[in-house]
């Protein structure tokens, strides 16, 4: 757990924002936990790598750990606190000010995004890290390939797709199937 006298840190704040892939799901019945839940479970399975359920049971209860959806931060303040928001590439440029500016005494904030996995419109990462890379206090961590811990794999794909998406196109040879490019006869 967290020791007052040697960390000031009192909660971690997990957040993400509830953006689908593209593909609405339509409306959730439900609470409001049930309705962000699958936006959420990322975070859940993450944690359930490094604890037990019943330790992240019990500090979820305690509050030590909070997962909350990135639009449910307003008006909070993060004092003794370590936020982190995952997928921040996906966050608009309004919630990622909103987030920024929740920041409160003895705390620390990650950012974790990717812009290159960002196809949503109106969001902008870089223009986040770009803008708080000037203040020095804070500090921006640029990843590479070399950076990718879920498999080796998940590297050379990326690699293969961003060459993909910058390939020349290849022509349609069958562009003319079909169609008599000589003169028609009425030899039948």
Known sequence: ???????PIERIILCRPV???GQSIGFLPGTADEKVGPYLQPLFDELAYYFRAED???MMASKTIQIVPLSMMRGRTFNNSFVILDEAQNATKDELRMLLTRFGQQSKMVLAGDSSQSDMPGRDFD???????RI??????RLGFEDIVREKLVGEI??????ADYAPKATNDFAEYGT?????????
């Open 158 to 163: 990326i690699i293969a797709l961003d060459e």
């Open 19 to 21: 953006v689908d892939c």
């Open 1 to 7: 757990m967290l020791s007052k006298e040697s960390n």
């Open 136 to 141: 020095p206090a804070v500090g921006v961590s």
């Open 127 to 133: 223009w986040v890290t770009s803008a708080v890379s």
């Open 180 to 188: 008599n490019t000589e003169e028609e006869t009425d030899d039948y």
């Open 56 to 58: 992240i049971n019990g």
